[in-house]
């Protein structure tokens, strides 16, 4: 076991990373047919997550579901790191799928896919930290989201810098919507609220914008959906950038 805690601290290899994903990793020649894959077990692997979290998942827990050691994944799977990734590619088989969009339309396609990849964050909150944004390998499916958006983009006028620069910003707005739902506490928020505006009634001469913005309801409930209006916002400026162009 010492060996293999060992090998875990090594510096992962991208090229074997790759080759995971994309399913181009040496097949075993000899010995008997393997019993498991790397997309089995890392289906398992994205049920333990989505009912526990992303902490819960070890290389032991998923064996114990498939009734093998530990040291049996790693015929398939060198390690955590690597089956997040291939977690992550198995959630986003679920898109996108943009056929509904009229030819030509870019804001309702990046809206589409926008939606889309915000449903998958919100099916799997664990996805969230499992693709903390960082250079990370990507996968084929991963691609798959980052063309579409792209292409969705094309008929705005932008280059590829800026088609990539909207890409950034429908990413981000996606994961700050998921962090807000992961962190959301109804009765937190409530206990905030109250402890937040008995502070500002004693302050509100140090904060007066907070103590107006407070006043109008800033923190109440919003009445349109968030995502949206970040969307909306973000089109909006795209819209402007491609008029200044023309």
Request: hydrophobic share 45%; proline share 6%; charged share 25%.
């Amino acid at each position: 076991m010492a060996a293999r805690n060992k090998e875990q601290d090594k510096p992962r290899d991208p090229r074997a990373t790759l080759a995971l994903l994309w399913g181009e990793q040496e097949q075993p020649t000899r010995g008997p047919k393997p019993k498991l894959s790397p997309q089995r077990i890392a289906a398992a692997a994205v049920e333990l997550a989505d009912a526990e979290g992303l902490d819960a998942v070890s290389m032991s827990k998923v064996a114990g579901g498939f009734g093998v050691s530990a040291m049996a994944l790693y015929r398939y799977v060198p390690g955590k790191n690597e089956l997040v990734e291939l977690m992550v590619e198995a959630v986003l088989a679920e898109g996108p799928d943009l056929s509904g969009v009229p030819e030509g339309d870019w804001r309702a396609g990046a809206r589409e896919w926008t939606r889309q990849c915000a449903r998958v964050y919100a099916d799997h909150p664990w996805l969230l930290t499992a693709t903390a944004m960082r250079r990370q390998v990507m996968g084929p499916r991963q691609l798959r989201w980052l063309d579409a958006a792209l292409a969705a983009l094309e008929p705005a006028g932008l280059g590829g810098a800026q088609r990539h620069q909207v890409f950034l910003l429908l990413v981000g707005l996606v994961r700050n919507q998921a962090q807000q739902l992961r962190d959301h506490d109804e009765e937190h928020d409530r206990e905030w609220n109250r402890l937040t505006g008995d502070l500002l009634a004693r302050h509100a001469d140090r904060f007066p914008a907070l103590t107006k913005a407070v006043a109008e309801g800033a923190f109440d409930p919003a009445g349109t959906d968030p995502l949206d209006f970040g969307l909306d916002r973000i089109l909006d400026g795209v819209e402007a950038l491609t008029a200044v162009r023309e």
